[in-house]
């Protein structure tokens, strides 16, 4: 008879399962040694989504060996054990939580995959150090979000399975604004903004700038009809307070009212 272990996931680690395996237990055949970190992956869910792991009651981390006949209850990084229906014998024996995520960034930065532009554009806005190219494959992605200690946003759940990736987050939202509002939601940024302090191109700082300097620059309408200007210190793009900047005022005045 083949061996078989018995896991459940949490909250929102269900967005990943098929319908028939969200919010309740399910067998999983033990076909071989494996570590528990490899046993989640294997079903679909991405390290970086999981904080914590109760094996027989107990907690383990990502290294743990999966034996035949165990329970384990698998949680995200916004878990609620008390909200989660575990009953509060078992509650009394986890003496000591291992969680698996890193401590969060002190500063948070990002780097987005090719699917997140428009996302890209919006953190920009708000403030957020982002980096976004529409050409890099994964590895470079990867190497980025771990050389600079960078959060990593992508779609691809594959990408966020790559081994030495430690800060990441699979976006679930699929129109751009409803992303921005899951992102400051789940990483807690609304008091972090920074509206118009990054050039929404190039990812650089914006600085304000003297109107005669970039005169030369500018279309007639724009200099007769404006005299506040902003540069970018990277690229040298111009920006300044017309119809665009009005338009991305209410959606910022939007984020902000929740």
């Known amino acids: 008879m083949p061996q078989q272990i018995t896991i459940r996931y949490y909250q929102e680690l269900n967005d990943f399962l098929t319908q028939d395996k969200r919010r309740t237990d399910f067998n999983v055949e033990l076909k071989k040694s494996r570590s528990v ?21 107990i907690s383990v981390d990502f290294n743990y060996q999966v034996q035949a006949d165990d329970q384990i209850s698998v949680y995200p990084m916004s878990n609620s054990l008390m909200s989660d229906s575990l009953d ?25 995959d090719v699917h997140l532009g428009k996302l890209a554009a ?88 003297d109107k005669q300097l970039i005169e030369s620059q500018l279309l007639a309408k724009t200099k007769k009809y404006y005299d506040a200007f902003f540069q970018c210190d990277s690229c040298k793009k111009i920006y300044w307070k017309g119809s665009h900047y009005q338009n991305m005022q209410k959606m910022i005045n939007s984020v902000k009212a929740g």
């Open 37 to 57: 970190k490899d046993l989640i992956e294997s079903i679909g869910i991405p390290h970086t989504e999981v904080d914590l792991i109760i094996v027989n009651e």
């Open 88 to 112: 509060e014998t078992k509650i009394k024996t986890i003496s000591s939580l291992q969680h698996c995520q890193p401590v969060p960034l002190a500063i948070p930065r990002f780097v987005l």
């Open 122 to 209: 919006y953190l920009r806005m708000l403030g957020f150090d982002t980096l976004y190219k529409n050409d890099c494959d994964d590895p470079t992605l990867a190497d980025i979000s771990v050389e600079e200690h960078r959060i990593l946003l992508t779609c691809d759940r594959l990408l966020l399975m790559r081994k030495q990736i430690t800060h990441g987050y699979f976006v679930r939202n699929r129109q751009p604004q409803q992303q921005l509002l899951e992102i400051l939601s789940r990483f807690d940024l609304y008091d972090d903004l920074k509206p118009f302090t990054r050039c929404m191109h190039c990812n650089g700082t914006t600085q304000a700038v």
